[in-house]
């Protein structure tokens, strides 16, 4: 019988660098990627999202990769699909006796898999606890019941932890409606070693605006156009934020150019750091990431991934 293969995850916010360093660590130990990013699952939206499909080719061999092109531009995709296919994609690499190295940013999706759980899947929001600190049971029971979210009818309130919880979940679902979070299902949770690049924010920003300037170049508002052309309607690209807002609002005349670009350049640096914002979340509830040094080599950022992701495995083994 096959063991189960854990994760091995790189995460990191945009332009870290996340799908080179994946694919080649993929290519160095056997793996196969699977992409945890929200917005590269559709077709035909490739320069806006970042897919660097050239990098899954690792000195001429290409990386089988997994949860890229898998939806029509316009479709919605939450959480609750991301855990379905990604089950799919890991059982396919297990069959190849391969790795399964996790590549991506959104880390809400990240997040799922790791704690499994839908109502787990909800992290921890410290700030809000701390403004329930002062309030009586009774005045917490109270705001529960004069607010409403989709998790309200699920919701355990017979303690005051659990009405805590209750209130933070409820308070998420109605703040992030576009997870669409199934309470109650229960989705497998992934041992995993966590891998994350953090470079320096200066180093992050300027990465981020050469990143954008070149992406112009490559055609990306001839990209978003062209979406517009088939018949996708300006709310369903909106919808996918950042890239495909602005430069959507640029093409049906509601900003000028230079009013795109600024505000676009703006707002991704801006995503980044609520990227950073949410993997400092997952540490402190409880999830281990290693994060890479920007100043090491390439190689040797390799070894160190692969060296403790292989003890990692051999550690699991020998727990069986």
């Not at 993929?26 to 035909?44: F, K, L, M, N, T």
């Not at 355990?156 to 309470?183: C, G, M, N, W, Y």
Request: some cysteine; glycine content about 8%.
């Amino acid at each position: 019988m096959k063991t189960e293969p854990p994760l091995l995850i790189i995460l990191g916010p945009t332009a870290s660098g996340k799908t080179r360093l994946a694919t080649r660590v993929a290519a160095g130990i056997g793996g196969e990627i699977i992409s945890a990013d929200s917005r590269q699952v559709y077709r035909q939206m490739d320069i806006g999202t970042g897919k660097d499909l050239g990098e899954y080719i690792v000195d001429g061999v290409p990386i089988r990769h997994y949860l890229i092109d898998i939806r029509d531009a316009g479709d919605k995709y939450n959480v609750n699909d991301f855990q379905y296919d990604f089950a799919q994609a890991y059982e396919a690499i297990r069959a190849h006796d391969r790795v399964p190295v996790v590549c991506g940013g959104t880390g809400f999706y990240l997040y799922a898999l790791l704690k499994g759980h839908a109502q787990d899947t909800v992290p921890v929001n410290e700030a809000l606890r701390e403004s329930f600190a002062s309030q009586t049971t009774e005045q917490l029971l109270a705001h529960f019941r004069r607010t409403t979210s989709p998790y309200h009818a699920l919701a355990d309130t017979s303690t005051r932890k659990r009405l805590v919880r209750a209130l933070e979940i409820a308070a998420f679902t109605r703040e992030h409606p576009e997870q669409e979070i199934r309470f109650g299902a229960e989705e497998q949770a992934y041992p995993a070693i966590i891998f994350g690049l953090d470079p320096p924010v200066d180093v992050r920003r300027k990465r981020i605006s050469n990143r954008l300037a070149e992406r112009l170049k490559q055609g990306l508002i001839e990209e978003v156009q062209g979406l517009l052309n088939q018949g996708i309607d300006a709310d369903s690209l909106i919808y996918y934020g950042l890239e495909y807002k602005y430069i959507t609002l640029y093409l049906i005349g509601a900003m000028t150019y230079d009013e795109m670009h600024a505000r676009l350049e703006t707002e991704i640096h801006r995503f980044a750091k609520r990227q950073m914002t949410f993997f400092r979340k997952m540490e402190k509830d409880g999830l281990e990431i290693s994060w890479i040094p920007d100043e090491w080599t390439e190689a040797e950022k390799i070894a160190f991934i692969i060296r403790h992701y292989r003890e990692f495995k051999n550690g699991q083994a020998s727990n069986m």
